[in-house]
């Protein structure tokens, strides 16, 4: 956050003047956003595995609690992730998770270690030959206050076993996942996992709505209900949505920026926000593994998953940013969109728009360089979606 006692950065923080509405300009990127000095800590983009987790590297943070081999949080979150799922020491849960962790997901929630070694187990059978790749890792905290990541995997394999999914196809997939995760001596506390599930079961030529049926079947027995809650906190009555932003979850003008932009375009609807905060060249990188170019794609896949959802309501609920030996910084956002499937847009597989109240959870990766995005890699899972259609409609006819 901005220092109270720097009277200069107040004088040109957007808090200084109170809300306002939208600039025509779009938000304004700190001029000295980027003057951050260098940080010791491992990053990924540029190094291969062994890199990252290397031998005989000393330890480069204080790091409390942590296993000696651990030099530093990316190195930790790096390392432990490849050894549970590609080295298959599916034990390391026990030394890496605490016996009472909750893990957020997509399409439920688990509250014990326990089911996540069976839950590992059991995608292990499907993919034994997947690999997760490290594709960034952005975090803050410290031995203190315990750390946050935001973890990036490509993840690729081949469906050569029966399993979870059904009988094996052999075909391959790549996809994307994002796994935010809380930790406090060297143990994992509370995570978010967000999986392009629907890109696995696309890939491989599963049939992905029998597979949503079977889910949303079993959680229905469970007694689990899609509820409409009402209304969603982006109109309240018959206010507009509110001027400015809520930055307090900020630690820096760089992620003051970001929360700023996304809720003009998100809760605003000022599409042509994305126009001004994206480069020209900017690349994204987005569910079921799509790649464009340009910010004209950036407005269009926003603009269309608004479109599925039009009375969604956009609340970022983690930021994190570090900076990049690309240039510039990497941030990271976990974000809810709530509100009802009452529109065409970019979720497709849904079917025809039914008025059923969706929650979408997502993870946004945005490399920011000279003041403007560059790249986003933008992940949450359609298949969810799916479910949580398909257990409103039972819920109706029940």
């Not at 300009?25 to 980027?34: F, K, L, Q, V, W």
């Not at 595995?49 to 590297?57: I, N, S």
């Not at 330890?59 to 190195?75: A, E, S």
């Not at 630690?251 to 480069?279: C, K």
């Amino acid at each position: 956050m901005t220092d109270p006692e720097d009277d200069d950065a107040l004088l040109h923080s957007p808090l200084a003047s109170g809300p306002v509405p939208p600039s025509p300009e779009g938000p304004t990127m700190p001029d000295d956003a980027s003057r951050i000095s260098p940080d010791p800590v491992l990053q990924v983009e540029r190094r291969d595995y062994v890199q990252l987790a290397p031998e005989g590297r000393s330890r480069v943070q204080p790091m409390r609690g942590f296993d000696p081999v651990y030099t530093d949080i990316v190195d930790y979150i790096v390392r432990c992730t490849h050894r549970i799922w590609d080295e298959r020491d599916v034990g390391l849960i026990y030394t890496h998770y605490t016996h009472n962790c909750v893990v957020y997901g997509t399409m439920g929630t688990v509250y014990n270690r326990e089911d996540m070694v069976r839950d590992t187990i059991q995608r292990l059978v499907s993919f034994p030959e997947r690999r997760g790749m490290a594709t960034q890792v952005i975090w803050n905290g410290d031995e203190n206050e315990g750390f946050y990541t935001s973890h990036l995997v490509t993840g690729s394999g081949r469906h050569t076993q029966d399993g979870h999914l059904g009988p094996a196809t052999g075909r391959t997939f790549v996809s994307r996942t994002v796994a935010d995760c809380m930790i406090v001596e060297n143990k994992i506390y509370r995570e978010w996992i967000v999986a392009d599930t629907l890109a696995i079961l696309l890939q491989l030529g599963v049939d992905h709505h029998a597979y949503a049926d079977r889910i949303a079947q079993g959680l229905f027995a469970k007694g689990q209900m899609s509820l409409d809650i009402g209304e969603n906190r982006r109109l309240l009555g018959q206010y507009p949505p509110e001027a400015e932003a809520d930055t307090s979850i900020a630690h820096n003008e760089v992620e003051e920026w970001t929360l700023r932009w996304m809720h003009e375009v998100y809760n605003q609807r000022m599409f042509g926000t994305l126009s001004r905060v994206f480069a020209p060249n900017c690349q994204f990188h987005g569910p079921l593994m799509t790649e464009l170019y340009g910010q004209a794609a950036v407005i269009h896949q926003t603009l269309a998953l608004i479109g599925s959802v039009p009375d969604a309501g956009f609340t970022a609920q983690h930021i994190c940013s570090v900076p990049s030996e690309e240039g510039g910084h990497k941030v990271a956002v976990r974000w809810i969109l709530e509100g009802h499937h009452m529109g065409y847009g970019i979720l497709k597989h849904l079917g025809e728009p039914g008025g059923e109240r969706l929650q979408i959870m997502g993870i946004s990766h945005f490399h920011v360089k000279d003041g403007q995005v560059v790249d986003e890699w933008r992940v949450y899972d359609e298949l969810a979606l799916m479910v949580q259609v398909r257990l409103a409609r039972m819920q109706a006819g029940a």
